[in-house]
């Protein structure tokens, strides 16, 4: 017999030997010794008041023994000589397109125009160090996507669009700690992700994929409304009549690419604000209770918030405890800022994004002339300016929290974990007043909830721009463009995702798609 069971666990009885054993008894009043098997199925922290709790959703198995093995197989087969579907990007949206696409016995061949995970840590720290953009191997373009040297969150709210538990048991397959099936908030960690990012396209490979480094889409051959071709920089054609196109938030000139053919685009609403970076123990204090160092069991703490400010959404975005701030711009002449967090986040600073959303149809009216494009061209020019503002380099604009609220340049700012360096800078003077204000405002409404959260020793550093795509690529219910036959526009860049989780389900989505499409 098996049942599965909720229950609490105070933060000191944690570490009890068999306490999991101990409250499952308790609860079904049943002896400890019926208990042959407990499965942790989730675990998550109650941190709301001072007394603390762990909350555990466990599978409990009487007098009988628990399962060994995972209810899902990846059944990949070999697929050389099988019809081909191409994959443009290499992203979570574009891997899980390759990994189904083996699996239902097609052969992907996937276009990456960054470098292999390994390659692509040079051009990291060209950026880092040096304040050089190689603007097709960066934070976000590469082997991996945004998502491999930027975090390894695995949050979403996507449940509706696909197996959540089937995404989290493949990169458990190919190499993902098994605790990434039972955290509330599961993540990877930077550190790690690249190894299991290399996995997966060493198996879409071993079963007769192809996987092409530096191959960067340039044009699409379109011929009756249909797609024939891509091609590369690098004069190289490829005849296709399936192409997902998985290329990310960040490929501007794909979005101009499909603009300038006439291609149905849609400008849609985003978010852009700024990064504001704390000393992890001022965050821990704040959300554990605490005074000094946290609690040896207890995580670095991390926080999500969301507050209206005349009708607009004003929240945290991609929290990262223990974390670093990047340089995330995909060109020279910009300056972009993004989180990520090792696997142990065990760094000093903890970091989020906290951004204003911007609606596309009431607040680019400035922009108009651009079209769909609108959001895209607003994006650029708080980029633009925030380099301007850091000096025309990576370096970034800095403020202290106070000091923005206030309306004041800071005369010094506090250390931080962004390796290119801050700039002291009037940030509450130079971003558009739909954005400023209301973050001013925002941070007002949240230091009356988070004590402790609005101080000296926090800043804030600009711009946080890359939440999403400014613009949406449209599908009909098969997921095919309305349009175009045989293109899919896929995740992010689509605007059919918002993390790594949601792109990869919509990946596999458009997988299944594309080859119902070719059996046509």
């Known amino acids: 017999m098996v049942k599965e069971v909720q229950f609490r666990v105070k933060l ?8 999991l054993e101990i409250k499952a008894a308790q609860f079904l009043s049943i002896p400890k010794s019926d208990i042959s098997a407990i499965k942790v199925l989730r675990k998550s922290i109650d941190a709301r008041n001072p007394k603390i709790y762990f909350n555990y959703k466990v599978a409990v198995y009487i007098k009988e023994p628990a399962p060994e093995n995972s209810e899902y197989q990846f059944n990949y087969k070999d697929v050389s000589n099988k019809p081909e579907i191409h994959i443009v990007g290499f992203g979570p949206a574009g891997m899980y397109a390759a990994l189904r696409c083996i699996e239902l016995g097609y052969k992907p061949i996937v276009l990456e125009r960054g470098k292999d995970v390994r390659a692509r840590r040079r051009d990291l720290r060209e950026i880092n160090q040096f304040h050089n953009v190689n603007e097709d191997s960066n934070y976000c373009f590469g082997e991996g996507g945004a998502g491999t040297y930027s975090d390894g969150k695995l949050y979403t709210r996507s449940l509706k669009r696909g197996d959540v538990r089937r995404i989290f048991e493949n990169l458990v397959y190919h190499g993902a700690t098994e605790q990434i099936l039972i955290d509330a908030h599961p993540h990877i960690g930077t550190n790690k992700l690249p190894k299991i990012i290399a996995k997966i396209r060493e198996n879409i490979i071993k079963y007769g994929g192809e996987v092409h480094f530096e191959s960067k889409v340039v ?17 190289r054609e490829f005849s296709t009549k399936a192409l997902i196109l998985a290329t990310g938030h960040s490929a501007r000139d794909i979005f101009e690419l499909l603009h300038k053919k006439n291609i149905a685009l849609q400008a849609k609403s985003f978010a852009m604000g700024v990064r504001v970076e704390h000393p992890q123990q001022i965050i821990d204090s704040i959300q554990y209770h605490c005074k000094g160092n946290r609690h040896e069991l207890l995580p670095a ?151 402790g959260y609005n101080t000296n020793e926090a800043n804030i550093i600009g711009v946080e721009s890359r939440t999403s795509s400014p613009v949406n690529i449209p599908r009909k219910e098969n997921l095919e463009h309305p349009e175009i036959k045989g293109l899919f526009p896929c995740g992010e860049g689509g605007g059919y995702a918002g993390g790594i989780i949601s792109a990869a389900m919509d990946g596999e989505r458009c997988a299944e798609a594309a080859i119902e499409n070719l059996k046509i």
């Not at 000191?12 to 306490?19: H, S």
């Not at 044009?219 to 249909?226: L, V």
């Not at 002449?333 to 600073?349: I, L, T």
């Open 12 to 19: 000191q009885e944690e570490t009890k030997a068999n306490i």
């Open 219 to 235: 044009d699409i051959t379109i011929k009756q409304n249909k797609v024939q071709a891509v091609v590369l920089k690098d004069g």
């Open 301 to 451: 703490a991390a926080y999500s918030w969301v507050e209206q400010v005349k009708d607009r959404g004003v929240y945290s975005f991609c929290m990262c405890p223990g974390g670093f701030i990047v340089p995330a711009a995909t060109s020279n002449g910009e300056v972009v800022v993004n989180g990520m967090s090792p696997s142990k986040r065990n760094n000093a600073f903890a970091n989020s994004g906290i951004v204003v959303e911007i609606n596309a149809d009431k607040d680019l009216y400035k922009y108009e002339k651009f079209g769909p494009l609108k959001g895209l061209q607003y994006q650029k020019d708080l980029e633009r300016l925030a380099f301007t503002a850091g000096g025309r380099s990576q370096t970034a604009p800095a403020q202290r929290v106070t000091d923005f609220i206030n309306g004041k340049l800071s005369p010094e700012l506090n250390p931080t974990s962004y390796q290119p360096g801050l700039k002291s800078s009037p940030l509450h003077s130079l971003l558009p007043k739909a954005i400023g204000g209301k973050l001013r405002k925002g941070f007002a409404q949240i230091g009356e909830k988070m004590h």
